[in-house]
């Protein structure tokens, strides 16, 4: 089975501060992807990482992707408080039709 | 072009009664997926389906049932709720395996008392 971690759960951050959510998956897979869920909301895609070394930024999100530590980071540049949302990251075992999702990480960004 | 659209958006069952979530989707995708989200704990994949008339197990397939009988069309049943299935259940779909990513529904927030 593949697990999926994300840390931390919550995070409340300061407007302008710098910060990083850590995902990280058991399993060999070569996709990862980040979603934003904003409260009461669907779940919205925000990064398809397709291979290993894989970086793509986005305003002040920037996701990596390293296959072989098993891990992706999404990185926050200089917070504001339209980035309050939760984020998921998802997996998918290669060759898979399954994906996993983590526990995702709860933002708040304070003024 | 409404995407992926859920019925019903809000429910509130008792105990040991029936029904049916439906997911239809516009965009002509071949897969379709059902997740529940709770606090705390993710989305965790119910059910899948990777063509019309096909269906597989997911992560907590136990208490569901599915059916896709059109393409277009994923339906969620529950044929006899329980307290534990209190939670919100997102519809998601893709257009083929290894095409990028999921596109979702609103979701449907489902109470069971």
């Known amino acids: 089975e593949l697990k999926v971690e994300q840390n931390p759960l919550f995070l409340s951050m300061q407007e302008g501060k710098n910060y990083t959510i850590y995902c990280n998956y058991s399993t060999t897979s070569d996709r990862l992807y980040w979603y934003r869920q904003d409260p009461g909301k669907s779940l919205e895609s925000l990064f398809v990482l397709l291979s290993n070394g894989a970086v793509k930024q986005e305003g002040r999100l920037m996701a990596s992707l390293d296959t072989k530590a098993r891990l992706s980071t999404l990185h926050i540049t200089a917070a504001v408080h339209d980035l309050s949302a939760t984020y998921f990251c998802?997996?998918?075992?290669?060759?898979?039709?399954?994906?996993?999702f983590g526990t995702g990480t709860s933002l708040t960004v304070i003024p | 072009n409404a995407g992926v659209t859920q019925t019903p958006k809000f429910r509130v069952l008792k105990t040991g009664q029936s029904m049916t979530l439906l997911c239809a989707q516009d965009?002509?995708?071949?897969?379709m997926y059902w997740y529940r989200q709770d606090p705390g704990m993710g989305l965790r994949l119910i059910h899948y389906?990777?063509?019309?008339?096909?269906?597989a197990k997911g992560e907590v397939p136990d208490g569901y049932n599915v059916s896709r009988l059109k393409k277009q069309n994923f339906l969620l049943g529950l044929e006899s709720a329980a307290p534990s299935q209190t939670s919100v259940y997102f519809c998601?779909?893709?257009?083929?395996?290894?095409?990028?990513?999921?596109?979702f529904g609103e979701g449907s927030r489902l109470t069971v008392l």
């Open positions: 389906s990777v063509g019309e008339g096909t269906t």
């Open positions: 998601a779909t893709l257009p083929f395996r290894n095409t990028g990513e999921l596109f």
């Open positions: 965009m002509n995708h071949e897969y």
């Open positions: 998802a997996v998918n075992l290669m060759g898979g039709n399954q994906f996993y």
